[in-house]
C-alpha cells in the first residue's frame, strides 16, 4: 500500500513559535489514523500545513505523488484533500440542502459555475447524504437553525459531498452528547470504508471504537506511530498524557 | 532644488502632526472601542466650532483646547449611550449609523451658525515664524502643533497603558464576556472610551481650526485621512499612528511640491495601497490570535 | 446496511455506489420569478412608462428617469454587498467615469454644432480655461458611441484592477471600505484639480440632454434586463457560491472555491452596472459634476440600499425612490431638515430595520407562516447580523477554528 500523504522534515514556525519541528509523517490509502496529542501539540497547526492555510518554514508535503507544498488552499482542495474544522464552519444563511449542493464534487470556477444547473443524479446523490447524516427533514431549513451537533453532522456531510480522497477530521465531535459522539464515530467508520481519513480527538471513547492505527505528537514531533493496543501501553505516551512528561 | 526639498521634508512634520492629532480620536474609537467612526470629522468640526465660539467670546486656542475636550466628549456620550451601545458586536453597522450621525451633525451646525466659514486665528504668541533654513520662516504655530502631536500621543500612551482605567479598557477590549464576569463595568468603560476618543477629535478640532477656515464640511478629508493612517500604521497601535502619519505626511508633501496636490495625493494612495498588499493589517497592525 | 462507495479511478469519472437509500423528498427550491414579483413588476413598468402619457409634468419625467438612474446605481450596491458583503464607499467611482465619458462626448459634439462666442468649436469650459482647442486625447470621444464603450468598459477595467490588487490579497471589510472611500475622494479632487478637462467645479453643463419619453422608455428597459440578469446571477449556482463565500469565506476556501475570483467577478459586474447607469444619467439630464464621482454620492448608494433592503434586489429600488422622492416632496417644505431626517433615517434603519424595507417584509411574511414572534425575527436578524460582520473587526475575523462568539 503506497502512502497517500507524505510530510517529510516539515518545520513550521508561527508567530514566532516553532509548532513543528522536523517532523516526519505519513498515511496510507484508504487508511482510518487518529492522531493524538496534548494540546499545543501541534496537531490542528499539521492540519493547516496540509490544506495550505500556512507555509512551511522548511519540509515537504506530497499527496498522492505530487509535491502540494506551499499550494493555495483552494487547489490544494481540488487535488483531493478536504478539511473538517474543529467548530462547526457551514453558511448560515444557506439552507442544508443548498450547503450540501455547494460542496458537491464538481467545477469550481467562476464561469464554470455560472450555467451550472443541477442534474438528477447530483440531486439523488445529495439526498443520499442528506439521509447518511440524518438531516433529510431539514433539508430546507437555513443552516443556522440546526442543533450544535446537527451542525457538525451538516460539516460532515459537505465533506462528504465534496468526495476528497483524504478527509482531515480535526476534533469532529467537539461539544456533542455522549449519544452523538457515538453515532458521530459510527458515521465516521462508515466513511473510512472508503475514503483516507485522518482523525484528530481527543475523547478516547472514541479513539477506542474506532481507531486501528494512531500517531501521537507532542511539541510538534512524533511521539509515537503503531496499532492502538501498542500507542496505549507505551510509556511515554501515558507519561505525556498523564503526567508531566517532556519529550526528549 | 535640494534645499527646497529640504524645506518641504521639515514643513512636512507639521503636516505629520496634523495628522497624528486628528487620527489619535479615531485610533482610540476605533482601535480600542471597535467603532468605525464616520462622523469623526464632524467631530473635529464641532471642536473647531466650539474653538472659534471661545474666541468670539475672547478665549484663544489655549483656552478652546479643554473646552472643545469636554464639549464633544459629552457630545461623544450622547451618541455612545443613544447609539453605539446597541451596536457593538456589528462593527458595519457602527460604519453606517455613525454616518447618519455626521450628517446630522453636520446640518444641525449649518443651522446653529449659518453657512458662511469662519475663521479663527491663533494665540498672538504662536503668530509669525522663525527662520531655520531657506528665506520662508518656520510658523510658530506649526511648532506648537508638533509638539501638540507629541503631548498628545504622550497623553495617550500613559492612559492606556499606565493607568488603571487603561487596563480594564484593554481587557474589555480582549474579552468583553470574561470582563464583566470579573467585575468589570463594561458600559462605563465603553462611555468612558467613547467620550474620551471624542474629546480628542474636539482637541484636534480646537487646534487645527486656526489653519484653514473652519466650515461645515471641513471635517470630512481630516477623516478620511486618519483612516489612511490607521490603514497605514496597523489599527490598535499608537506606533501605527506615528509611523502612518509621519509616512503619509511627508510623503503627502513632498510629492505634492514635486507635483501637484491631487497626483501627491494619488501617489500616497498608491504607496498606501501596495504596503497593505503585504502588510494586510497595517505596518504595526495585529492578527487577534487565541 | 449501507453499502459502500467506491471511488473508480480507472474510469476517471466517479461512480458512487449509494451510501443509504434515497426517497424522493420534497425540496422547493425558490422560483426565478415569483407571481407576485412578475405582476408588481409589470405594474411598476407600466405605471413609469405610461408616465408621458397621464402626466404632462415635465420635471416629474425628469425625476422619474434620474431615479430609474439612481436605483440602477444602487442594485450594483446591494449586488456587491448585500450578496457578497464588500462593502464599497467608492461605487460613485464607476458611475462617474461612465457619466464624464458619456458627457464629454455630448458636449464635444454639441460645441461643434454651437460654436462659443469666440467661434471655437470645442467646449466652453475648455475654452475657459485657457485651451485653445480640443486636447488630441480626447478627439476619440467625438464618437459618441465609442465614448458609449468607453464609458462601460473603462469602469469595469477599473473594477478588475482594483479587484485583483485588493481582492487577491484578502483585503476586506473595513479596509476595503476606507480605501474605496479614499478612492471617490481622489477622483472627486481630481475632476476639481484637472478642470480644463472636466469642467471642475461647474461641472459640464449645456449640452443637449435626451430627456424624452423614448428614453425613458429605454431607461426602464435597461434597469428591467439588469434586474433579471442580477435575479438569475443570484439564483444560480454562482449566486448561491456568492452567498456561501459571504456567510463564510474560510469554509468556501477550503472547499475548492477561489474566493478572491468570485468577488472579483461580482466586482467588475457591479461596476459595469453602475457605468451603465452613470452613462445613462449624463444624457438624461444634461448636467454632470465632480458630486457624481464623490463619497457623498457613494454613500448615498449605501443609504438607499440599506433603507430599501440589501440583498433583496428590489430593495434599491425602492430605497432610491422612496429617499429620494421623498426629498422631492418635503425638501421645498423642509430645506435643511430634509438632511437631518436622511441622518436619522439611516440611523434608524441600521438600529431596528437592518434587512430594510423590504427584507424586513420579506422575514415576517416568512416567520408568520412558521408563527414566530416579531421579536424573534427581529432577533435572529440580530443574530445573522453579528455572525456576518466577524470580518469587520479591526484586528480581522478570528481564525476558523475559535468558537464563534
Redesign the interface.
Known amino acids: 500500500m503506497t502512502n497517500l500523504l507524505e510530510v517529510k522534515g516539515l518545520t513550521t514556525r508561527v508567530s514566532g513559535f516553532t509548532i513543528i519541528n522536523n517532523l516526519d509523517f505519513s498515511i496510507e490509502e484508504n487508511e482510518l489514523r487518529v492522531l493524538l496529542g496534548p494540546n499545543g501539540a501541534g496537531k490542528t497547526t499539521l492540519i493547516c500545513m496540509i490544506t495550505g492555510q500556512f507555509k512551511p518554514a522548511a519540509g515537504s508535503i506530497h499527496f498522492a505523488g505530487r509535491d502540494i507544498t506551499g499550494w493555495a488552499p483552494d487547489d490544494i482542495f481540488q487535488a483531493g484533500i478536504s478539511r473538517k474544522f474543529q467548530v462547526p464552519n457551514m453558511y448560515e444563511t444557506l439552507s442544508v440542502f443548498d450547503n450540501i449542493m455547494v460542496s458537491l464534487q464538481g467545477r469550481r470556477r467562476v464561469f464554470a459555475t455560472l450555467f451550472q444547473r443541477l442534474s438528477g443524479a447530483e440531486r439523488d446523490r445529495i439526498w443520499e447524504i442528506l439521509e447518511f447524516v440524518e438531516l433529510a427533514d431539514k433539508a430546507s431549513d437555513p443552516a443556522d437553525s440546526l442543533s450544535h451537533g446537527e451542525r457538525q453532522w451538516l460539516e460532515l456531510g459537505m465533506l462528504i459531498a465534496s468526495n476528497p480522497k483524504l478527509l482531515l477530521l480535526d476534533e469532529p465531535t467537539t461539544g456533542m452528547t455522549e449519544d452523538g459522539k457515538h453515532k458521530t464515530a459510527e458515521l465516521i467508520r462508515k466513511i473510512a470504508q472508503t475514503h483516507t481519513v485522518l482523525l484528530v480527538e481527543h475523547d478516547m471513547h472514541i479513539v477506542r471504537q474506532i481507531g486501528k492505527r494512531i500517531t501521537v505528537l507532542h511539541q510538534g514531533q512524533m511521539l509515537a506511530d503503531g496499532p492502538m493496543s501498542e500507542v496505549m501501553n507505551n510509556e511515554t505516551v501515558r507519561r505525556v498524557y498523564l503526567g508531566k512528561g517532556k519529550f526528549q | 532644488m535640494l534645499q527646497s526639498i529640504i524645506t518641504q521634508f521639515l514643513s512636512g512634520f507639521s503636516v505629520v502632526a496634523i495628522l497624528v492629532i486628528a487620527a489619535l480620536g479615531l485610533a482610540i474609537i476605533f482601535g480600542v472601542a471597535g467603532v468605525i467612526n464616520m462622523a469623526h470629522g464632524e467631530l473635529i468640526m464641532v471642536g473647531a466650532y466650539t474653538a472659534a465660539v471661545v474666541g468670539k467670546l475672547g478665549g484663544n486656542t489655549f483656552a478652546a483646547i479643554p473646552v472643545a475636550f469636554v464639549v464633544v466628549g459629552l457630545l461623544g456620550l450622547v451618541i455612545e449611550r443613544g447609539i453605539i451601545q446597541w451596536i457593538y458586536d456589528r462593527p458595519l453597522e457602527t460604519l453606517l449609523a455613525t454616518w447618519g450621525v455626521g450628517i446630522i451633525l453636520q446640518v444641525l451646525i449649518k443651522l446653529i451658525f449659518g453657512p458662511e466659514l469662519y475663521y479663527v486665528g491663533a494665540p498672538k504668541i504662536l503668530e509669525g515664524g522663525f527662520r531655520v533654513i531657506g528665506r520662508l520662516p518656520f510658523p510658530w504655530y506649526r511648532l506648537f502643533l508638533i509638539v501638540m502631536a507629541v503631548l498628545l500621543l504622550l497623553l495617550v500612551f500613559y492612559v492606556i497603558f499606565k493607568t488603571d482605567l487603561g487596563l480594564k479598557v484593554r481587557a474589555v477590549r480582549r474579552n468583553r464576556a470574561i470582563s464583566g464576569c470579573l467585575g468589570i463595568d463594561t458600559a462605563k468603560i465603553d462611555m468612558t472610551i467613547f467620550a474620551f476618543g471624542c474629546g480628542l477629535a474636539g482637541i484636534a478640532g480646537a487646534v487645527l481650526a486656526p489653519i484653514k477656515s473652519v466650515s461645515t464640511t471641513m471635517g470630512f478629508p481630516y477623516a478620511v485621512d486618519s483612516y489612511m493612517v490607521l490603514v497605514l500604521g496597523g489599527v490598535g497601535s499608537l506606533w501605527g499612528v506615528l509611523t502612518g502619519g509621519a509616512l503619509i505626511g511627508e510623503a503627502e508633501t513632498i510629492l505634492s511640491f514635486i507635483f501637484n496636490n491631487v497626483i501627491g495625493r494619488l501617489l500616497v494612495f498608491l504607496f498606501i495601497v501596495i504596503i497593505i498588499r503585504i502588510v494586510p493589517r497595517g505596518i504595526f497592525g495585529y492578527y487577534e490570535r487565541r | 446496511m ?1 453499502e ?4 473508480d479511478e480507472a474510469q476517471g469519472a ?1 461512480t ?1 455506489r ?6 424522493r ?1 420534497q ?2 427550491a425558490p422560483t426565478f420569478l415569483p407571481l407576485w414579483a412578475l405582476i408588481g413588476g409589470v405594474i411598476v413598468v407600466a405605471l413609469i412608462g405610461s408616465y408621458p402619457y397621464y402626466g404632462s409634468n415635465a420635471y416629474v419625467l425628469s425625476l422619474l428617469g434620474k431615479f430609474l438612474c439612481f436605483a440602477i446605481f444602487a442594485l450594483s450596491i446591494d449586488l456587491i454587498w448585500g450578496f457578497t458583503g464588500i ?1 464599497s464607499l467608492g461605487q460613485a467611482v464607476y458611475f462617474g467615469i461612465g457619466a464624464y465619458f458619456v458627457a464629454l462626448s455630448l458636449k464635444i459634439n454639441y460645441a461643434m454644432d454651437h460654436p462659443t462666442r469666440y467661434g471655437g468649436k470645442f467646449p466652453d469650459f475648455m475654452e475657459w480655461n485657457g485651451l485653445t482647442e480640443l486636447p488630441h486625447f480626447m478627439r476619440p470621444l467625438i464618437n459618441t458611441p465609442f465614448a458609449v464603450v468607453c464609458a462601460l468598459l473603462v469602469p469595469t477595467l477599473l473594477a478588475l484592477l482594483f479587484g485583483v ?2 481582492f487577491k ?3 476586506y471589510g ?2 476595503c ?3 474605496t ?3 471617490s ?2 477622483l472627486q ?2 475632476i476639481i ?2 478642470q480644463a478637462y472636466t469642467g471642475g467645479f461647474n461641472g459640464i453643463t449645456d449640452y443637449s440632454n435626451y430627456a424624452t419619453p423614448a428614453f425613458l422608455w429605454f431607461i426602464l428597459a435597461v434597469a428591467v434586463v439588469f434586474l433579471i440578469v442580477s435575479r438569475a446571477l443570484t439564483h ?3 449566486g ?2 456568492l ?2 463565500i459571504r ?2 469565506d ?10 478572491a ?2 468577488r472579483i ?1 461580482v466586482f467588475c459586474v457591479s461596476a459595469f452596472m453602475a457605468a451603465a447607469a452613470g452613462a445613462l444619467y449624463a444624457a438624461w439630464v444634461g448636467i454632470i459634476s465632480f458630486l457624481d464621482a464623490g ?1 457623498v454620492f457613494s ?1 448615498e448608494g ?1 443609504i438607499w440600499t ?1 433603507v430599501g433592503g440589501r440583498g433583496t434586489l428590489i430593495g434599491p429600488f425602492i430605497g432610491a425612490f422612496l429617499v429620494k422622492g421623498a426629498e422631492f416632496f418635503l425638501s421645498g417644505a423642509l430645506a ?2 430634509w ?2 431626517i ?6 434608524f ?3 431596528v430595520m ?1 434587512d430594510g424595507i423590504v427584507g424586513t417584509i420579506g422575514n415576517l411574511l416568512r416567520k408568520r407562516r412558521k408563527g414566530a414572534t416579531f421579536e424573534e425575527v427581529m432577533e435572529e436578524s440580530d ?7 466577524l470580518d ?5 475575523p ?8
Request: charged share 20%; net charge positive; no cysteine.
Open positions: 449501507a459502500a462507495v467506491v471511488r466517479t458512487q449509494k451510501l443509504a437509500p434515497a426517497p423528498r425540496y422547493r462593502l490588487i485588493t490579497r484578502h483585503i473595513v479596509y471600505a476606507v480605501i472611500l479614499a478612492e475622494l481622489i479632487d481630481a484639480e484637472y444560480s449556482r454562482v448561491t457560491v452567498k456561501s456567510d463564510n474560510v469554509r468556501a476556501e477550503f472547499m475548492g472555491y477561489n474566493v475570483n468570485y467577478f463619497p454613500i449605501v440599506a435643511s431638515w438632511q437631518i436622511v441622518g436619522g433615517l439611516f440611523v434603519v441600521v438600529l437592518r443574530q445573522r447580523a453579528h455572525d456576518r460582520q469587520w473587526q479591526p484586528g480581522g478570528p481564525p476558523a477554528d475559535e468558537p464563534v462568539r
